[in-house]
């Protein structure tokens, strides 16, 4: 039996529904994130679930019990939203401990429980600290720690990353997995960011206009994109156009000169195909691929961004760690990938 159960839950503002006939069944323990664009309906979706919002159809079901119109108070629930709300009169142990002193906790098992969860999020020394004398990564971790020290059901987080820099940011997300994981606390994240959904999340739902689009294991629906949406959002895509063909029992991708084998069920013209930018190899040894002429090129570190252009279709974006020789704006080379690779949508 599922931990957490949305079941055909919709919320309707007058004329404009938010969400839709939204179904969703989450295991305990899981890190379930709510993907999509701003107005997609991921906090109307989080609202409901937490109880600040009543839906107008459908139900919410927690270890077997409906709990579509119990209070917030009464759901047992730890939430972070994307202002922390730190009391700025009270020091970090005080912020935590007062979730716990309003549920009239004995001050000896207070002081355990604040201690304790104090260390997961590495603040021990911070504890007599206030709110203004610490960075913003440490408040964050502060609300964290007020909305995990009482052991809640479940972990609604709003955007609790969004006002943090990149790599502060990028930093959170491991520290935020890493306490989850050792809490084994149910998460339900909503997130715009479609890096930071993949890097936490044990499975990702993507939403678009108050539906779900697809939902899956983040390396599964990145791979594997169920819709054009869903491609699009999850990062860039290089669009392509050819002819796919029959050749000795096996399909084939036919664009200009190159030929690549492509997973397919029947022959068709000008179809429109997509290719992750990571997935593309660069030949430069021979001319076995499709010829492009080097447009632009960046350099990132980690790996460089190359820009080809083409006599027809759009620019070809390639990511690549390869250490080439200089490739210089101007020179020509041939792309080429894996028939696995190829995402393709008939009838787009």
Known sequence: MSYLSLKGITKQFDDFTAVKNFNLDIKQGEFISLLGPSGCGKTTTLQMIGGFTEPTEGSIVLEGKDITFTKPNKRDFGIVFQTYALFPHMDVFENVSFGLATRKIPKELIKEKVNNILALVKLEQFKHRYPAELSGGQRQ???????????????????????????????????????????????LLVTHDQQEAMALSDRVVVM??????????????????????????LGKSNKLSGDILLDEGKYILKIEDFSSEIKAKE??????????PEKIKINIDNEIGLKAKVKSKLFLGIYVVYVFSRAKDDDILVYTQEKFRDIEVGENAYLNWQPSDIICFLGD
Do not use: C, H, W
């Not at 629906?221 to 491609?231: A, C, D, E, H, R």
């Not at 022959?267 to 992750?276: A, E, I, P, Q």
């Open 141 to 187: 971790r502060v609300a964290i720690a007020r909305s995990l020290v009482y052991e809640p059901s479940l972990l609604l987080l709003d955007e609790p990353l969004s006002n943090l820099d990149a790599k502060l940011r990028e930093n959170m997300q491991i520290e935020l997995r890493e306490i989850q994981q050792k809490t084994g606390t149910t998460t």
């Open 208 to 233: 678009n206009s108050g539906n779900i689009e697809q939902v899956g294991k983040p390396q599964f629906i990145y791979n594997n994109p169920g819709s054009f949406f869903t491609l699009d959002f």
């Open 267 to 276: 022959t068709s013209s000008n179809v429109t195909f997509y290719v992750r």
